[in-house]
């Protein structure tokens, strides 16, 4: 009987946990229900994943209102695997919260970080999951709310501006995808995907929806932070608390580019949308634009978050880059690197609160040293940086071969060199960190810091062991990724 | 403005109204104009104007923090408890119609008890928002 509620369930409880963690108010409490819940939601999601692979897509009528009318959630290849990557972050995430919550958050508020931090999720799942253009953008409200003011609790007073700037940013971003979805239920007078999919091509001609398409791109553009409209992204990673950063770096901006796919590959799959508008040659551009100035800036960085962020710039113009290509391929590598860069940017950042946590500080000058006092915690940061770079035999390798593959395939041999070259920038980026870490001796005096504990270090190398296990067996992943490629393209003659 | 007899009096007489008032839109909402968000807010206000005649701080003692967020959380925890009736009745979520013997009573069942929780959870939501605006404390 569970099992047909699934893609209700996976939404619904981690909602209703939520309130429930501002009832229980003990940080204790708050925090084992956060654990539980987010166990129950990765199980959840692989179940559905498994069952998509089993069957095709699922699909469930909420309240039983049967699909245009009512809002219907739509599990299909792509949705499952942006739902197990947002459902295992947060499952490994979690239980590393616990340790750097108490504290970088003042005792009395962290139930209320913990109700955030379920709504985030469910926000996140939500969008995964709906096959209903105007229940995404509730779902993508209720992330975005929930990540301003997760930011905002940020330990440094800059934490409120650094929201503030993301919340106009965002709002700017949820309102053009909201014009967006009107304009085409002007046309069209539905608001389900698949039926908006359907009526798409008699009206695909008109002003009205090359205006729409034109919102829906910039406003989702702005919530994925693709270059020129990242400026929010930086102090966003930078101010916010450690846990926060690790879990919105690895879901907030992929879920955005997974909004991307679907207007791209499902509401406009039945018309050749790249070759009309433009839009696939100015993505291109900005991707590739993004690409090399995010890591070419990462490099001047000396706050080692703010690094990591420019680098999620880049790292972010490397999936649009896939999206834009348009070829199963391309795409492929684009949902591919989904995954990787999640696992990626999850554990760097999970290894930046472990040495915030030991010596208060990110910037790179107070990392002297490091390699040998916190060993453990350098040596997954050495690790995922590698996978970073795109060392064979690490995630990183996976996708960027995928990447210039596709690019080799339709002869655009300068995107392959471009690809190579912003990897090369990621390696001095990543390298910095490593000479100061490793090779210059710790400064003199204070007391030396300790190892982070055991609780924050296992998740972090659970998701380090993982981005080299699925760099090594990339089968399942590439499984996933190119079947959910092959099944958006197909509408696409 | 504690002082100003004419507000107090003509405030006290128009509170208990408010509250009545925002009883009646909620529980009219299923067959006419209204419905929770609207009654929510209604209630709220009678609270707020109780603040801005007789002080904060005695609207604190009226209404203090953590009865205001237990409201805003029981909502929606009966909203989504609606929902999740719905599955176990052997319905989908929020599927109102097997709440009852009766689909019909069923739908009028559900909506009900959704825009309940609806309520609860704006009028604590307004009275929150207003309080931390007002105090700035939490």
């Keep these: ?493 | 403005m504690i002082f100003k007899a004419v507000l107090r009096v003509v405030s006290k007489l128009l509170i208990p109204p408010i509250m009545l008032f925002a009883l009646y839109v909620q529980f009219h909402g299923d067959f006419g104009p209204g419905g929770g968000f609207q009654a929510g807010v209604i209630f709220a206000s009678a609270f707020i104007l109780y603040a801005l005649i007789f002080g904060i701080d005695n609207a604190r003692k009226v209404a203090p923090a953590w009865a205001t967020r237990t409201l805003l959380s029981l909502g929606l925890v009966l909203y989504a408890g609606v929902g999740v009736a719905g599955i176990f009745l052997g319905g989908s979520f929020l599927d109102y119609s097997v709440l009852a013997e009766d689909p019909v009573i069923g739908q009028h069942l559900g909506i009900t008890l959704i825009e309940f929780g609806v309520g609860a959870t704006v009028s604590g939501a307004m009275i929150t928002i207003f309080f931390i605006f007002a105090h700035q404390d939490g």
């Design chain 1, 1 to 493: 009987m569970i099992a047909a509620h699934l893609p209700a369930l996976q939404v619904v409880i981690p909602l209703m946990a939520a309130p429930l963690c501002v009832l229980l108010r003990r940080p204790v409490l708050a925090w084992a229900l956060t654990l539980a819940v987010s166990w129950v939601v990765l199980a959840i999601a692989v179940a559905l994943l498994l069952q998509v692979l089993e069957t095709g897509p699922v699909t469930y009528p909420l309240g039983n209102w049967a699909a245009p009318w009512g809002i219907e959630y739509r599990v299909d290849l792509a949705g499952a695997f942006v739902l197990v990557i947002v459902a295992a972050i947060g499952a490994v995430v979690t239980p590393y919260a616990r340790r750097s919550v108490e504290h970088e958050i003042p005792r009395d508020r962290i139930y209320l970080f913990y109700a955030m931090y379920l709504l985030c999720l469910t926000g996140l799942l939500g969008i995964a999951i709906t096959g209903d253009a105007f229940n995404l953008f509730v779902f993508l409200e209720i992330t975005s709310l929930s990540s301003y003011v997760l930011i905002s609790l940020g330990s440094e007073r800059r934490a409120l501006t650094a929201a503030y700037r993301y919340l106009i940013m965002g709002t700017l971003g949820a309102t053009f995808y909201l014009i967006g979805v009107a304009m085409m239920y002007m046309m069209t007078g539905t608001l389900n995907m698949a039926d908006l999919a359907t009526l798409m091509p008699a009206v695909a001609d008109t002003r009205t929806i090359l205006v729409a398409l034109a919102f829906l791109t910039v406003g989702i553009s702005l919530k994925l932070a693709l270059f020129p409209l990242h400026l929010w992204l930086p102090n966003a990673y930078t101010y916010a608390p450690s846990v926060v950063t690790a879990f919105l770096a690895a879901t907030g901006t992929k879920v955005a580019v997974y909004i991307l796919i679907r207007i791209f590959f499902t509401i406009f799959g039945g018309v050749e949308v790249f070759r009309i508008n433009l839009i696939g040659d100015v993505l291109m551009g900005l991707a590739i634009l993004a690409m090399v100035s995010g890591s070419a800036v990462a490099i001047y960085q000396n706050n080692v978050k703010r690094m990591l962020a420019y680098s999620s710039v880049a790292q972010i113009g490397y999936m649009v880059l896939g999206i834009s290509f348009a070829t199963v391929t391309g795409l492929t590598g684009g949902i591919v690197h989904l995954f990787n860069h999640a696992l990626i940017k999850c554990a760097l950042f999970m290894a930046l609160g472990c040495v915030f946590m030991r010596i208060g500080s990110v910037n790179i000058r107070d990392m002297a040293g490091l390699g040998r006092r916190m060993p453990v915690t350098m040596a997954s940061f050495v690790v995922s940086g590698l996978s970073l770079i795109g060392v064979p035999l690490t995630v990183g390798f996976v996708s960027k071969w995928y990447l210039v593959q596709a690019a080799l395939e339709k002869g655009w041999w300068p995107i392959a060199v471009l690809v190579l070259l912003s990897s090369l920038l990621a390696v001095i980026y990543i390298w910095r960190v490593v000479e100061v870490a490793y090779f210059r001796p710790a400064p003199e005096g204070g007391p030396a810091p300790a190892e982070a504990p055991l609780s924050m270090l296992v998740p972090m190398w659970l998701l380090t062991g993982a981005s080299v296990y699925f760099g090594i067996d990339a089968t399942r992943t590439l499984e996933v990724a190119g079947g959910a490629a092959a099944f958006l393209l197909r509408a696409t003659p």
